[in-house]
């Protein structure tokens, strides 16, 4: 069985500060990680992906995450907050068949 | 290129109806999934559709059914509607049905059942 834990509902930072999106998961075999956003009354939109290599992902509007395999961890990043990032963050692992099991997401609040 | 699109947006039921969903993937793409998301939890994996076939399945009851055609667009079947059932109704396509692949999701179908 595979799972995917996000420990905080919400996360609140100042804009211009670095924000972390924290994310664990339980997958047998090698883990495909993933990471969407959500914006309010719409379908999920694709941030970045971890399938193998450099254990730090870059992804879409300036978001990267890093893998790590000891703590079985997939963690969020970006180095300086904006407004526009507040939204709803999933965090996903994917099996090698195809089916995706996602958290229960994070809000992220970034105030001016 | 349209992405991935769901009719209708919005559905009222009452308990005991049946629903029909509809899903159109992104161009090129022949996998499509569907997932339900409830009020304040995350998408969970209903099925998934390659080559007209179910592939997959999530832990959801006999009642959820579904149908891929052979233009790659799909439907979701609901039957003997619970109030539980009401929850935002994902569509996700893909190029491929591996675990590799990202999902390109729809707006969803909002489904209220009273």
């Known amino acids: 069985a595979q799972s995917v834990a996000q420990p905080e509902d919400q996360v609140n930072v100042a804009e211009g500060n670095p924000l972390t999106v924290k994310c664990t998961y339980s997958v047998s075999g090698n883990p495909y990680l993933f990471w969407y956003v959500q914006y309010p009354n719409r379908g999920l939109q694709f941030l970045l992906k971890?399938?193998?290599?450099?254990?730090l992902v870059k992804g879409s509007y300036g978001f990267e995450a890093e893998f790590n395999k000891s703590q079985t961890s997939f963690h969020l990043k970006k180095p300086s907050a904006l407004v526009s990032d507040s939204a709803l963050y999933f965090c996903a692992v994917r099996g090698w068949a195809g089916k995706s099991t996602f958290g229960d997401g994070t809000t992220l609040t970034v105030k001016p | 290129d349209a992405g991935v699109t769901q009719s209708p947006t919005h559905l009222i039921k009452t308990r005991g109806q049946q629903v029909t969903l509809r899903c159109s993937p992104k161009?090129?793409?022949?996998?499509v999934s569907w997932y339900q998301q409830a009020l304040g939890q995350g998408p969970q994996f209903i099925f998934q559709?390659?080559?007209?076939?179910?592939?997959q399945r999530g832990n959801f009851p006999d009642r959820f059914s579904g149908h891929q055609f052979p233009n790659y667009s799909s439907e979701l079947n609901v039957n003997a509607l619970l109030l539980g059932d009401s929850a935002l109704y994902l569509c996700?396509?893909?190029?491929?049905?591996?675990?590799?692949?990202?999902?390109?999701f729809g707006s969803g179908t909002q489904l209220s059942v009273l």
């Open positions: 161009s090129g793409h022949d996998t």
């Open positions: 996700a396509s893909s190029p491929d049905r591996g675990g590799g692949e990202k999902l390109f």
């Open positions: 559709y390659y080559e007209e076939e179910e592939r």
């Open positions: 971890y399938i193998t290599g450099d254990n």
